[in-house]
């Protein structure tokens, strides 16, 4: 019998039959109802049906979609992970009374964005009402037409159809939470001919049936998701998804791997794998010997500062200071994570024989 990912909530949204400004194609809301439908599916991410909400045009009016994130924020628990997914229009506006970055709802009045749509700091406060120890925001929100035909938000003529870095990073604000986008600012997120999802939605959706990199525990995590993403999507088409994460120290669980075959009560409660704080002698140096060609790998996805990496390069062991710097700062517990991450499985293969 499968089992059921229980702490995972979702709020979907998808928005393609804009009445003021320029229509989407029709993959966008297909966009949403599959990435619904995944999610409650007890063959594939196993989350309870009642813990996804799904809001499809007319319904994802402005108003109801504030009430959704209500609900949600009402819901949801810290050990709960909380997915929120649009599919729609984004932009910016840069000058002027309604300078600011915009997702836009069905009913919003391009000439009226600062009062009919959602905006970056309008997100940002519904997003901290959550209460969720982990909450992901998958946005595909730039949306191009097809191939070679980019489709503009007419007549939102001063509405640029990207959302931007320093956006990003405000949404990313807050324990715990990750934001992936479908492109940079300066590009589209297509939708090409003869698929049924557009291009970022595709791929995330075969991420989530289980077609990304995983240990073979049950589980899809959040790392393992964007790492294949980002990797098929720009094979497709000039367009570069994006990560932004705060305060995130492990590759957590965002869904059951197909339906959750062999995965264990201890990984479906948050918090209860464990991770080691410290490294006996033996394993320390099986790591650091591991790393002497890999460290600055591990140290870019710490964010060792540039200083600090300086030195390290001038000590005889580069990985053993690397290791120190993670020790003092108590980042341990996130190594492994951080080497599955990287692919390098041989050493995460040594901490799971060696806890501590």
Request: hydrophobic share 40%.
């Amino acid at each position: 019998m499968p089992s059921q990912f229980i702490h995972g909530r979702a709020l979907v949204i998808g928005v393609a039959n804009y009445p003021l400004v320029s229509t989407l194609p029709g993959n966008v809301v297909d966009d949403a109802r599959d990435v619904a439908a995944l999610l409650q599916s007890p063959d594939l991410c196993g989350y309870p049906p009642e813990n996804v909400e799904i809001l499809l045009d007319a319904q994802a009016t402005a108003d109801n979609i504030r009430a959704g994130f209500g609900r949600l924020a009402k819901a949801a628990g810290t050990d709960d992970t909380v997915v929120v997914f649009f599919s729609g229009h984004g932009g910016r506006v840069e000058t002027g009374p309604d300078a600011n970055a915009y997702l836009l709802p069905f009913d919003c009045d391009p000439q009226r964005l600062r009062d009919t749509a959602i905006s970056a700091a309008d997100m940002t406060e519904l997003l901290s009402a959550i209460s969720a120890g982990r909450l992901v925001v998958l946005l595909d929100a730039c949306h191009s037409a097809g191939v070679g035909e980019v489709k503009a938000l007419d007549p939102a003529a001063n509405l640029k159809a990207n959302l931007d870095q320093k956006t990003y990073d405000a949404l990313a604000r807050g324990t715990g939470r990750v934001i992936m986008a479908s492109c940079r600012s300066t590009e589209v997120s297509w939708v090409l001919g003869g698929m049924r999802n557009s291009l970022f939605t595709h791929y995330l959706l075969e991420a989530l049936r289980g077609s990304g990199h995983n240990s073979g525990d049950g589980l899809v995590k959040v790392f393992d998701v964007f790492t294949y993403v980002a990797d098929k999507v720009p094979a497709r088409a000039t367009q570069q998804p994006i990560f932004k994460a705060h305060e995130v120290e492990n590759n957590f669980p965002l869904a059951l791997d197909r339906g959750g075959k062999g995965v264990t009560a201890a990984a479906l409660t948050p918090g209860l794998a464990p991770r080691p704080t410290s490294l006996s002698g033996k394993t320390r140096l099986e790591i650091q010997d591991g790393l002497v060609t890999r460290w600055e790998r591990v140290a870019m996805y710490f964010d060792v500062p540039l200083p600090d990496r300086y030195a390290f390069e001038r000590a005889s062991s580069p990985a053993g200071r690397l290791l120190d710097w993670l020790e003092e700062r108590k980042k341990l517990h996130a190594l492994r994570d951080a080497l599955h991450y990287l692919g390098v499985d041989d050493l995460v293969e040594v901490i799971d024989r060696n806890p501590r």
